[in-house]
């Protein structure tokens, strides 16, 4: 995992933590985020078919700024602007499943995905 991606989960993962105490009320925030974090890890893992479709994620997020979302109105607002179906981060996590390599990995992981919901 390049510098950028693990960058990039770790800041995700801190932002998870101080979205948790609000996770039922943000249920859909939450979910993807986590699953945000889930793309990032099957870019590294199959990052060239990643790129051959052009479904990258992590590079429509080196501009994110997770640290600075530090309350729930900052969290909820940063979810807006990346579910925006606008927005290539979306795109790509609502597509990756077009890449015939992560197609199947997730059918030999069925939950890989689905532990997020």
Known sequence: MNDLR???T???NAL???LFPYKKDHAVAYSYFAIIDRA???EAKFEDD???CNKEVAIHLK???FESAKDIGEICSLFLELYDVHHPV???VETMDSIESVRLFLIDNPNYLR???
Do not use: G, N, P, Y
């Open 50 to 52: 990643f790129k051959l």
């Open 115 to 117: 532990d997020c919901l």
């Open 6 to 8: 693990a960058t990039l």
């Open 10 to 12: 770790l800041q995700i």
């Open 16 to 18: 998870l933590m101080r």
């Open 40 to 42: 990032i890890h099957l």
């Open 63 to 65: 501009d994110v700024d």
């Open 90 to 92: 979306r795109f790509a």
